[in-house]
């Protein structure tokens, strides 16, 4: 569900004068009051939050700086560490 931005028409309370956020579907109707004062408002055009891809997000560098540990397979059940504390090598023996 996006979340859409609005902004009072004109002199509203201190939650719509600066603008606020509303979590609503697509199928929802535009909000045309405020929630708190019931003031007239509207619809914010604003920039999306767009995330493409997520690849960066699996990385040794990424992984270790937040502290978790990273393996990969190095074959014959044998995983060996690239990021991250713990043992150089984990094995099903």
Do not use: W
């Amino acid at each position: 569900m996006p979340i859409y931005e609005y902004i009072a028409d004109t002199d509203g309370c201190a939650h719509c004068a600066t603008g606020f956020d509303a979590l609503q579907k697509l199928a929802d109707a535009p909000l045309t009051q405020c929630p708190r004062c019931g003031g007239q408002v509207h619809r914010k055009l604003s920039a999306p939050s767009v995330a493409i891809g997520g690849a960066h997000l699996t990385t040794e560098k990424h992984a270790g700086k937040h502290g978790f540990t990273q393996y990969r397979r190095a074959g014959g059940g044998v995983y060996e560490k690239t990021a991250g504390k713990g043992p150089k090598y984990i094995s099903g023996d």
